[in-house]
């Protein structure tokens, strides 16, 4: 009686286990999902700035092809980071632990002229440690050149308005 209802109980167990890691794997499937379909690269590092994981949007955006996914690389010590002040923007979101937007230029490999928007935000550990960040990279260049259009074209209306509104007073 005993060694049945332990059998019955290890079935139900394992029954149990298999159901949650199912679930797990669901999980984490919903997740992967979400963030390598989205329109933004996102990038997980470590407090030392070593990059943990990056997303295929990421690697694309800037240019790097999808072998470089699992190569080491450091953000802080990154020279185009350095010198494009994007660097400074992710020690200081990991010296304070606090959420920080910013635009950078970035040139590819392929020399293709980037403006890019960044957030970087704390990554905390459960005890709330702050272990690094997750940085959401945009690439912003075609906005900010329609933008750059669209306050040329106005400017472009007014000088028209003004010219129409002095030729106007020169007729009569």
């Known amino acids: 009686l005993v060694a049945n209802r332990q059998r019955r109980l290890e079935s139900d167990l394992s029954s149990l286990v ?5 679930a797990l794997r669901a999980s984490e499937e919903r997740y ?3 963030v390598e379909h989205a329109p933004i690269g996102v990038a997980l590092i470590d407090r030392a700035g070593n990059v ?3 997303t295929r949007r990421l690697l694309e955006m800037v240019g790097l092809p999808p072998e470089r996914m699992n ?3 450091n953000l802080l010590t990154d020279a185009a980071l350095r010198a494009t002040g994007a660097a400074g923007s992710i020690e200081r979101a990991l010296e304070r632990g606090q959420v920080v937007t910013t ?3 970035y040139t590819t490999a392929a020399g293709n002229r980037l403006e890019l928007s960044v957030v970087i935000a704390p990554r ?3 005890h709330g440690e702050l272990e690094g960040a997750v940085l959401l990279v945009e690439d ?4 900010r050149s329609a933008e750059a259009r669209l306050r040329q ?3 472009l209306e007014s000088i028209g308005q003004l010219a129409a509104g002095l030729a106007q007073g020169i007729n009569p």
Do not use: F, H, M, W
């Open 52 to 54: 943990l994981a990056t």
């Open 103 to 105: 635009g950078t230029r």
């Open 140 to 143: 912003v260049t075609e906005r």
């Open 32 to 34: 992967r999902g979400l």
């Open 18 to 22: 298999d159901q949650q890691t199912a």
């Open 124 to 126: 905390r550990a459960s």
């Open 71 to 73: 190569t080491p690389a």
């Open 153 to 155: 074209s106005q400017k």
